[in-house]
């Protein structure tokens, strides 16, 4: 009677346990910390992560234009990143868009992208913009060593938990993430409720319109207005369609996802990175921009060229 009757407890704290792991992965309660610690279990053990100082990503890189024209491309990418310091390349054998590049040295940043009106691209435009993406470690997640999360208390940034969320049917642990610099850019950081993997991260911003604000895109230059060099110099005046334009919101969307994580030298690491980037324009042009990548090689503490992460 008395082994029944421990047995009955054993079975008792079990199903507590049970229930307390299910609370948890449901997002009952949960606290901010809590999703990191977990996350970062997830990746691998403390003494791994330490070990992990640099890292260097190379991918096979597809480029869709989804809404605003017609565009596909193959090349490659390279992420390359150490400690706070990032690399991240994405290049394409084309002469009207031959690919981006971001750079930060732990401090500083610089965007550069290469296209046929050597002018940024509308997402080079945006990140260097709105910088706090590559400054705070946040651009590739945990392939890049300067993911925010492996340190935030350097970091200095506020987490709040904000519950569960359904993400293209897929219910999700969604943390807010505010850098220490106050920005403008709202940040959602996705967890997996099982594993606790990032999965996800999305940007988003909303500028109001303006009196002279200029609206780029993909190969667009920025200029002002001016009367045709046929008539001569003349006063431009707007029409109600232009004033109207400017009365209305930009809005902004980047989505980094990751996929099909292994193990490389015990970390959990995914090898599929896609960057889904969308511009609403207040004139009510829309654009979406996709990039595809597939890792073919991921490797740590490779010691790094300093010169990869020079800005000028």
Not at 14 to 26: D, F, H, K, P, Q
Not at 162 to 191: A, C, I, M
Not at 294 to 306: E, F, V
Request: some cysteine; charged content about 25%.
């Amino acid at each position: 009677m008395f082994s029944s009757r421990i047995a009955r407890l054993a079975a008792m704290g079990v199903a507590a346990a049970w229930l307390i792991s299910s609370a948890t992965a449901l997002g009952a309660e949960l606290k901010p910390e809590e999703v990191v610690a977990r996350h970062l279990e997830s990746i691998g053990t403390p003494e791994a992560r330490a070990f992990a100082k640099s890292r260097v990503m190379e991918a096979n890189a597809h480029f869709k234009m989804l809404v605003g024209g017609v565009g596909l491309l193959d090349g490659s990418s390279v992420l390359v990143s150490e400690q706070r310091k990032l690399q991240f390349m994405l290049k394409f054998p084309d002469v009207q868009y031959s690919g981006e590049r971001f750079i930060c040295d732990g401090d500083k940043v610089q965007v550069i992208s290469s296209t046929a009106g050597h002018v940024r691209s509308s997402f080079a435009d945006f990140v260097y913009n709105q910088d706090a993406i590559v400054k705070e470690g946040l651009l590739g997640g945990v392939l890049s060593t300067a993911w925010p999360l492996f340190d935030l208390d350097e970091r200095k940034a506020k987490l709040s938990y904000e519950g569960l969320k359904n993400v293209d049917g897929r219910s999700l642990h969604d943390v807010h993430y505010r850098p220490k610099k106050s920005t403008d850019l709202d940040v959602h950081l996705y967890f997996e409720p099982e594993t606790f993997r990032h999965v996800l991260t999305v940007y988003t911003l909303t500028v109001k319109p303006s009196l002279g604000h200029h609206e780029p895109g993909i190969n667009d230059v920025s200029r002002p207005l001016k009367a045709s060099e046929d008539t001569g110099p003349q006063e431009i005046t707007e029409t109600s369609e232009m004033k109207n334009a400017r009365q209305q919101e930009t809005r902004y969307r980047l989505e980094e996802r990751f996929s099909d994580f292994g193990k490389v030298d015990g970390l959990t690491l995914p090898a599929h990175y896609n960057i889904h980037f969308s511009q609403e324009l207040g004139n009510g042009a829309t654009t979406v921009f996709e990039w595809d990548l597939h890792s073919t090689r991921t490797l740590n503490n490779i010691n790094p060229d300093a010169r990869n992460f020079q800005v000028r």
